[in-house]
């Protein structure tokens, strides 16, 4: 199983319920989750606290929607003020997460989703 995989299953659900046709607005070759502009609701709405907001998503369900990791950190700290372990281990979970979408997404793209 792919790291939030679940999460992120849900959040493909959820986007496909509410948003039909969201995924030829999604470049897979420049989805990065770190980035509120080119995360997944940030290709969608231009930045990740828009799209939240217009799906009325608050960040628990965000988070359980695969499109934020907030469980590996203490909120709030602004990500240039994490050092050391933390701060590899919150690139870490980004990079994973963002591995999920992606393959989710291709997986989708080959299947005609």
């Not at 281990?89 to 999920?100: D, S």
């Not at 997404?105 to 005609?112: K, M, R, S, T, Y």
Request: proline content about 4%; charged content about 25%; aromatic content about 12%.
């Amino acid at each position: 199983m792919l790291y939030a995989e679940p999460q992120v299953r849900a959040g493909i659900l959820f986007l496909d319920e509410r948003m039909p046709g969201w995924r030829c607005k999604i470049s897979i070759q420049n989805l990065r989750m770190r980035q509120a502009e080119k995360c997944v609701l940030g290709q969608l709405f231009g930045d990740y606290d828009i799209g939240r907001e217009c799906l009325g998503l608050m960040v628990q369900q965000a988070i359980d929607f695969g499109f934020f990791r907030g469980d590996d950190i203490t909120w709030p700290v602004a990500p240039h003020e994490l050092v050391g372990a933390e701060l590899s281990t919150w690139t870490e979970r980004y990079a994973m997460l963002e591995e999920t979408w992606k393959t989710l997404l291709v997986e989708g793209e080959l299947f005609g989703r």
